[in-house]
């Protein structure tokens, strides 16, 4: 099993940024990546970013992509999400997940592993 815990939540105000962390422990030699996503109240949960557990490569979500940056330090076990530039629009709880699997990275349904979330609240 994997275990991942967020942090770094908080009010801000618009234009402001945050640093998100995402702590894994457990059977973290299994894991193939890691992503953040995010989940408004009433809305589908929506893909932020992805990275992969070896390596350099990433990937963005649409709206975010100028926004925000995901970075990994992998003798801590720790993936970052560093948000920038952050509007109303963006307060969501936040969701760091890891996949074992080969899949789709922009999917939820491909990450068999969840943290308990942290909120962000912009206000305007």
């Known amino acids: 099993q994997v275990r991942l815990v967020e942090s770094g939540g908080g009010l801000v105000q618009a234009g402001d940024s945050l640093r998100l962390s995402c702590k894994a422990s457990?059977?973290?030699?299994?894991?193939?990546?890691t992503a953040w996503f995010r989940q408004a109240p009433g809305e589908e949960r929506e893909f932020l970013a992805y990275?992969?557990?070896?390596?350099?490569?990433?990937q963005y979500g649409n709206s975010v992509r100028d926004r925000f940056t995901i970075t990994r330090d992998n003798t801590k076990n720790t993936v970052d999400l560093q948000l920038n530039d952050l509007k109303p629009e963006d307060t969501a709880v936040y969701y760091c997940?890891?996949?074992?699997?080969?899949?789709?990275?922009?999917?939820?349904?491909?990450?068999?592993?969840w943290g308990q979330g942290t909120q962000v609240t912009v206000s305007s």
């Open positions: 990275i992969v557990w070896s390596g350099q490569n990433s």
């Open positions: 457990g059977r973290t030699r299994s894991v193939i990546g």
């Open positions: 997940a890891a996949k074992m699997y080969y899949g789709d990275s922009d999917r939820a349904e491909s990450y068999t592993h």
